[in-house]
DNA sequence: ATAATTACATACGCAGCGTATGTCAATTGA
DNA sequence: TCAATTGACATACGCTGCGTATGTAATTAT
């Protein structure tokens, strides 16, 4: 049988380097990732990696681009599963923390891709997961559901708040527990929020 | 004259190398400084680093205490200059975020310290700036100027939110604008916690 | 059919790290 | 006071891992 086109190998090339990537970032890190080691693991060598990705760093980027997309997607789909917009608002977040918690999203995209690449607001492509955040209180804020002045800023500060919530919860020796309190806490400062804040929760 | 008693020459050699280490860390970043070179820089060698650190990160965490021992005793000194308890918890975490956008700060504590060390959360000395904020929050919950269930929970998303909001600030085109919007933003979050919150800015 | 480009693999050199070892001064003990 | 020992470094060595330069076979263009 005649081959693949072209254009479909070199498509499984990028996508078995960014996978053998992802798994080894996630596991080791990315400091501690062998070029050598994993692009042998995909059965390639270093020589497809720069070719493709232009370095371990540019293979970084995709990787992240990648691991961005699904957590987006996923964001979207829990917002939208909630007609109260306000609730879907806090699920959302919650869902980012909760999102966090996978060792993989610690490591690539919260310890080492900020390191590596800068901090991640100058990313080439800013990350959707933030910038979901931010429509959905856009969209509170015309709807007359929040007190909010400035939308933009203030989802930057909660994606913030957010993003430290999870990085306590899996340190901490009881998860759970710390996952209950966190969320608790969060919840409470989002409702301060809201428009005719009822102060006690 | 005698020489100085040999604690003392031990305390200078680490210290060198802290300072050494410190200045390199924060203008290349961790992974792009030479043990090699700036060992040479102060005068030493790697030899007299394995020595007393153990290794490259043992370094690390020796420049991080220096810097948060600072951070801490900045902060400290920031709420006590106001009389009011709230007015004193805001312009605490105004301070931290002004902190955070030292480059020095932001690479070493914000993204590589996480990035080697693991998250913050579990380094050997959990970060005082952290803890200070939430001795802060505490006394104001005591006080009852705080309407907060977990004073804990909150002051670790409060540092987030202020932690993120100077990454945001620090990669602005222009940080004199965002840093006011950042504020106030803050601000407004920080409201919603007050008891009887007056939530209209 | 031949030229040019693409998609990789191979080969090479070098920087940087960790360890093993050496050395000299300072302290300790009799 | 004078070994003996410990501590504080420097030196030397080998190895890993990265980036680049080069090679090569397959595809595409002319």
């Known amino acids: 049988m005649a081959h693949k086109p072209r254009s479909e190998m070199i498509a499984e090339t990028r996508a078995k380097l960014v996978a053998a990537a992802r798994e080894a970032f996630g596991r080791v890190g990315y400091a501690n990732a062998s070029m050598d080691d994993f692009t042998a693991g995909a059965g390639l060598t270093r020589g497809a990696l720069y070719h493709h990705f232009g370095g371990k760093q540019g293979l970084l980027e995709a990787v992240i681009t990648q691991i961005d997309a699904e957590m987006t997607a996923r964001l979207n789909g829990v917002s939208a599963r909630f007609s109260d917009p306000w609730q879907g608002f806090v699920e959302e977040c919650v869902g980012y923390i909760e999102m966090a918690l996978e060792p993989e999203i610690q490591r690539i995209m919260l310890l080492d891709g900020p390191a590596v690449l800068g901090n991640p607001f100058n990313w080439p492509n800013q990350p959707g997961c933030i910038r979901s ?15 909010v002045a400035d939308p933009e800023a203030t989802a930057r500060l ?44």
Do not use: C, M, Y
Not at 161 to 190: C, G, M, Q, Y
């Open 133 to 147: 955040l931010t429509n959905s209180l856009k969209r509170l804020v015309a709807d007359g559901q929040a007190d």
């Open 158 to 201: 909660v994606s913030g708040a957010s993003l430290h919530a999870s990085l306590w919860i899996a340190n901490s020796d009881d998860p759970e527990a710390t996952s209950k309190r966190a969320v608790a806490a969060f919840k409470r400062l989002l409702e301060g929020l809201r428009t005719g804040a009822p102060s006690s929760g």
